[in-house]
């Protein structure tokens, strides 16, 4: 059986935004206090390439979503 590689995972912040905290929260009062939401994409290396988990949009759906994009993965 061929050995498994070893991975070192790295999460890459790429964008955020700021919501309102009632929409994650039953007892939060709407509009009262917000949290800041990260979006990340992820890449793998160990093996014999990295690999990049790319689980995010582009900055045109940034913009329409009132996203602030940080980078491109």
Do not use: C, H
């Not at 160990?46 to 790319?54: K, N, R």
Request: proline residues 10%; hydrophobic residues 40%; negative net charge.
């Amino acid at each position: 059986m061929p050995a498994i590689p070893e991975y070192e995972i790295y999460a890459m912040k790429y964008a955020d935004r700021q919501a309102d905290l009632s929409t994650f929260m039953l007892t939060a009062e709407p509009g009262r206090e917000t949290i800041t939401i990260d979006y990340f994409v992820w890449l793998l290396q160990g093996g014999p390439e990295p690999i990049v988990v790319d689980t995010g949009f582009t900055p045109q759906i940034a913009r329409a979503r009132k996203r602030n994009y940080l980078a491109t993965p």
